[in-house]
């Protein structure tokens, strides 16, 4: 089993960038397939991006694309979303998932393990 915790967000202008990361405790990420959620006030909690365990495949939510870049290193283990021209529909809190299959999914229902999450505001 293995443990998440985010950090990074914060309050932010738009236009502005912010980095996430997720590091884990318990057991290494390289054996997961990485996803990032976010959620914001009175809405179901959404697809950011995933990131596969093996080959390091990509897939973005259309909304974020461009935008968003998900990456990992494997010396600390540890799961990064770098976001760059944050918009104020950004505004939610943000949720790194792991997946033990390594098939790309975009159902938070597909992931195992969830962080707590780190909130992302960013001002218009």
């Known amino acids: 089993q293995v443990k998440l915790v985010e950090s990074g967000g914060g309050l932010v202008q738009a236009g502005g960038s912010l980095r996430l990361s997720c590091a884990a405790s318990g057991r290494t990420l390289g054996t997961y397939t990485m996803g990032w959620f976010r959620q914001a006030p009175g809405k179901e909690r959404e697809f950011v991006g995933t990131i596969a365990r093996v080959d390091g495949i990509k897939s973005y939510a259309n909304s974020v694309k461009g935008r968003f870049t998900i990456s990992r290193s494997s010396a600390k283990d540890t799961v990064y979303l770098q976001m760059n021209s944050l918009k104020s529909e950004d505004t939610a809190v943000y949720y790194c998932?792991?997946?033990?299959?390594?098939?790309?999914?975009?159902?938070?229902?597909?992931?195992?393990?969830w962080g707590q999450g780190t909130q992302v505001t960013v001002s218009s």
């Open positions: 998932a792991a997946r033990s299959s390594g098939l790309l999914r975009t159902a938070a229902s597909d992931y195992d393990y």
